[in-house]
């Protein structure tokens, strides 16, 4: 009933060729990482950064930039940002820094008067 499950058909295969030995030529290429794709990320907003500077720039004054100085106005301009926002973050966490200091101050004032008989 159950034979046709027993029967073993063989057929016969070409021979697999041998395994290549692992070398930089048949290895397939890496998977992008996590620090790959940031930085790539990095780049293209530089490159296009810099692109729309140096179109500002052609449109104000008529001067053939280099395109080899596209990328490095468009880092300099994400710098440049970066440090604007580091020093405003940095004058908003003083402000707070002081604020802070001045309610301990107050809430120590309020304590030291409300116990005075």
Request: zero cysteines; aromatic letters at 12%.
């Amino acid at each position: 009933m159950f034979d046709y499950l027993f029967r073993v058909q063989v057929q016969p295969q070409a021979p697999s060729p041998p395994a290549l030995p692992a070398s930089p030529a048949n290895l397939s290429p890496p998977t992008e990482g996590w620090l790959d794709q940031f930085l790539a990320f990095i780049y293209t907003i530089a490159h296009w950064a810099g692109g729309l500077i140096v179109g500002l720039v052609a449109d104000i004054i008529p001067l053939q930039t280099p395109a080899n100085l596209v990328d490095p106005i468009g880092y300099l301009a994400l710098l440049t940002v970066f440090l604007i926002v580091a020093e405003v973050a940095k004058k908003v966490a003083w402000g707070v820094v002081v604020v802070g200091w001045i309610l301990i101050g107050v809430r120590v004032a309020l304590e030291v008067f409300q116990k005075q008989p």
